[in-house]
């Protein structure tokens, strides 16, 4: 493979995970990790992307590509029913904080109608409760970033340090094979964790495609989480990792 060709197939693969690791290119590409790391020292030079240890970071936000309506529209069946799973989790009076992402969407939709407090950080999920008078709405302030209909930043995390939550819901970008938990979003990880550090409960929602999904940014590991829901199909060493860790692994 010429070398402009495979700078030109690297970019593309780090757009579209936001993130990746120099064995997970060399795999994919057919070249050897010193062929990689050398091909992202050039792209990095350039601006084009960012080489940190281990892999790369695209330069610009990695949902730039891959806006929330067309992610909303992948694997719609998978996230439906893990939605409506982890909306039976949820009891009357409960306080829940509901993470970014297409699923946590889902779910919010499950919860019209219910007497709780639902905390988010989300303009998706947000949307779907605005009008809804049963559902007491929490908006976390912050910097909007558009492409995903989020709010980030210090002013997002300050706010998160006030919050006591009976169950947070939990997304992320991938569960590799050990149980880690990892993203692909900078802004996204650090109110990742601070939602886990402000619950009593930890929900993870991940549908079968996120083992082991992309992502080189570690939120946590399976020993934070409570409560695994997801597919029937997801990779069964990660989950038994992530049970042995003390998770409860709910398969729908």
Partial sequence: ????????????????????SVQ???????????????????LDRDGTL????????????????????????VDEQDKEAVALSAAELVRDGDV?????GTTTMRLAHHLRGRPITVI??????????????AVELLLLGGRLRRPYHSLVGV?????????????????VSGVRQDGQLV?????????????????????????????PGTGALRVCGPEDIDVVVTNRGADE??????????AEVVRV
Avoid: W, Y
């Fill in 1 to 20: 493979m010429l070398q402009r060709v495979r700078h030109a197939e690297i970019m593309r693969r780090v757009r579209l995970s936001g993130a990746t």
């Fill in 24 to 42: 997970e290119l060399a795999q994919q590409l057919g070249v050897s990790p010193s062929t990689i790391r050398r091909d992202l020292e050039v």
């Fill in 50 to 73: 960012r080489r940190v240890r281990g892999g790369a970071l695209a330069s610009v936000d990695a949902d730039t590509d891959r806006p929330f309506s067309e992610v909303a529209e």
């Fill in 96 to 100: 829940v904080l509901l993470d970014i």
């Fill in 120 to 133: 988010t950080s989300s303009l998706a999920v947000f949307d779907v409760l605005r009008h809804d008078s």
């Fill in 155 to 171: 002013l997002t995390e300050a706010a998160l340090g006030q919050v006591v939550a009976d169950r947070v819901f939990l997304g």
């Fill in 183 to 211: 993203d692909t979003t900078l802004a996204e990880v650090p109110l990742k964790r601070a939602m886990i550090a402000a619950a009593g409960e930890v929900v993870l929602l991940v549908d079968r495609h996120k083992f």
């Fill in 237 to 246: 060493t990660t989950l038994r990792n992530c049970a042995a860790a003390g």
